[in-house]
């Protein structure tokens, strides 16, 4: 193990400084460079301005060891990526015939024939190396200058993505041996960031010297962050895993899972490991949970599908909640999401089914029931459980809260059972 | 109008830079900014390291007029911008007691006592104006340095966007004029970015000096950005205009809305004025329509519902789908998918209906149905037509492309029948 090494971000686009475009791929980069060890120093965002692009890359290079460079490489005329990298590096574009027959085999099978415009793309300056891109016409860029890196590759994130796993990454690996930074992330629902911090300030106290932690909220999640460095990884794993352990015993029902697990998939690989189906009937959560489920490639072996029970007539002719129940108690109750859970477990055949009925807002509040309120229901094989909540006048956040909510109710029903 | 504005954001947080989290505060900001005429310069993402923050305050400070700042004003430690702050403008933290009645307050809606932690968070700089927080217990802050506005506020997206538009904007507009910056974008569905540069370019190149285009693709989508600026905004809009009058004779059917229209919103209207409803029945995609649809408030008003068809059996037993058909054609068929469309809207009593069906992937191809195979269909009143779509191999942008091209194809029904 050798020196840490940097790497600087560099994102180009007009479209990001007008915020028509969220910036999705810093955070996807970031997160592949530092799994490999490389530690990002800064992510800037530019325009496609040819002085700012040379002045940025002046000061990132003059920095840092690597430059991951994305952005404005399209066909088009707002793009000049390339054209200011040949500059930078004092070189020339020239056609590249490998490039072309790239360009020309994804029109074929497009069914189109390569228009001039995109015969350019075959272009690139003549210092560097030029990276396949399977997935697109503009081909990445790799140029090394005074023992430094520079990468270029298309803004577009399913092009960009594989050209950095099966090219950059392995090759810069090839360049550098670096210090290791390990993180572990813990996920926990119920309770918010304060109250978490408080609840294990003296364990965040004990944390040693090269551990970092951080807090990241998200509506209905905290997610902890441990980051610690050194130069053994295993060392440095060990340690991670032994404040986990400590962590567990103080926190047990918070903590759901780690790193990229989500509650779709942790409920899925519980329903497969019982051997048990799930179905789903959803008023104000409108598809969302079904659409999170579905998400999950292979998730027809145990979800049969959903029930989207938007006006009360479909509650009653197609889940079987009667009429009078509606009448008695309205939609948002709990005889009538119990109803439609009850309903759909039976209508679909399956062993567990989740149901929710809310105000999603902003409108609909009524008497009694202000926006956000929100009940969803879990039917297990002999029982059938459901709970309230009061949640906001943002329907975007009250639908992802609720489904998160009600995913993670379910997980607690399926270890209740089955653990 | 006098000289123009300049702005940079800085986002601060460890888990920018490591990955974790993905940046959407500053295309936001960039967004509002912009509508302001307020030109963003750069936007940077930066660890929560004191001499990083210090010395990028410095930088930017010395370069542009206002300065945005998110993140790290948490209550746990790991959070260091109000320190830093303090430290950069020669400042010293005090307790602020309005700010202190708003923490109060959040947490009696809760329910809890004020802890200690959070009654730090009622500390501000003595040198700033504090900025009130109705969504969270942190407070913003806006320093004024040598004629340079530096604002920092929360990095929680919720919390941050209030405070932004309800305080920031307005106060940056009392203390700056500038030049107008308009943006129009169009948005277009059917052809790529370059099949589309083509037909267009003619047009482009008739696009006046102050005038900009950009190309922003989306899976399904290409977004025609039009950048003018200028002193007198009412003169730009109108040479906007004109030319997208023109480029409405040039690809008539390809346009279907503008700025931030979305197919979902688009066809609500379409149904509200027609008075028609909507049901639909999703197999490939999974619930993504239906959450798409209900994520317009008042959706309740034309769309009844979904039925996501995960099984075999439930497109029989609750669509109405013949057992032959199935058997004859597969799941994945014109017959089939015609057949829910058609058993959705009778079942659900709507005038309108869509379906899908195919493989999202990434397993599940059959012999003659390569992953990626789609049907769609629209079933109307009098009518029900269905479409083959052959995407790719990628879950989530089979989805997202089938999805979108249901509410197209509906879209074009629409009009076609009711305009």
Redesign the interface.
């Known amino acids: 193990m050798s020196k840490k090494i940097q790497a600087e971000l560099i994102s180009i ?12 791929n ?9 799994a490999s060890g490389i ?10 301005n040819k002085e ?1 692009i040379l002045q ?1 890359l002046e000061e990132c290079g003059s920095r840092s060891d690597i430059i991951i460079i994305t952005g404005g490489l ?5 793009d000049i990526t390339k054209e200011t990298l040949c500059e930078f590096f004092n070189s020339k574009l020239i056609f590249n015939q490998k490039a072309y027959e790239n360009v020309e085999e994804i029109f074929r099978v ?1 069914g ?1 024939k390569v ?1 001039e ?2 015969r350019r793309q075959a272009e690139i300056p003549e210092c560097c190396i030029p990276i396949f891109n399977k997935n697109g ?1 503009a081909p990445g860029m790799w140029f090394e200058n005074n023992g430094k890196i520079f990468v270029s590759m298309p803004g ?1 994130p ?1 092009e960009m993505k594989s050209m950095l796993e099966d090219f950059v990454i392995p090759k810069l690996l090839v360049h550098f041996k670096t210090n290791a930074i390990i ?1 572990k ?1 813990i996920l926990t629902q119920g309770g ?4 978490l ?2 609840i294990i ?1 003296d364990w ?1 106290d004990s944390l040693s010297e090269n551990m ?6 998200q ?1 209905g999640i905290v ?1 902890l ?1 441990i ?1 610690a460095n050194g130069e053994n990884e295993g060392e440095l794993k060990k340690e991670i895993e032994l404040k986990i352990k400590e962590l567990q015993k103080i926190i047990p029902d918070k903590i759901f899972g780690f790193d990229n697990d989500t509650l779709e998939e942790i409920i899925g690989n519980l329903l497969i490991k019982a051997g048990k189906s799930l179905s ?1 009937a ?1 008023s104000c959560t ?6 999170m ?3 999950i ?4 072996n145990y ?9 009360n ?2 509650k009653e ?2 889940l079987g909640v009667k009429h009078q129940t509606l009448i008695d108690n309205g939609a948002v109750s709990e005889d009538v999401v119990k109803e439609m859970a009850i309903g759909v477990k039976n ?3 399956t062993d567990f089914a989740i149901a929710t009925s809310g105000i ?4 609909g509040a009524v008497e009694g029931k202000p926006v956000g309120t929100t009940w969803i229901a879990i039917a297990s094989p002999n029982d059938c459980v459901a709970k309230k909540l009061l949640l906001g006048d ?4 009250n ?1 992802q809260k609720a489904s998160l909510t009600a995913l993670n109710m379910l997980r607690k029903t399926l270890i209740l059972l089955y653990s």
Not at 39 to 48: E, F, N, T
Not at 212 to 217: E, F, M, T, V
Not at 360 to 363: E, K, R
């Open positions: 686009g007009d479209e990001l400084l007008i915020g028509q475009v969220i910036n999705t810093s955070s996807w980069i970031a997160e592949k460079l530092n530690k990002v120093y800064q992510a800037i965002s530019i325009s496609d700012h940025t399209g066909p088009t005329k707002d497009r189109f228009s415009i995109n016409t577009v399913f993180h992330t918010g960031e304060s109250h911090a408080e300030a965040e970092k932690l951080a807090y990241l909220p509506p997610r962050r980051s789903t959803e409108g598809g969302a949970i079904a659409k489920i579905t998400s490639s292979g998730s027809s979800y049969m599908g959903s029930v989207v029970a938007y006006s007539d479909i002719k197609i209508k679909f055949n999603a807002g902003p409108g943002h329907r975007g956040r639908i």
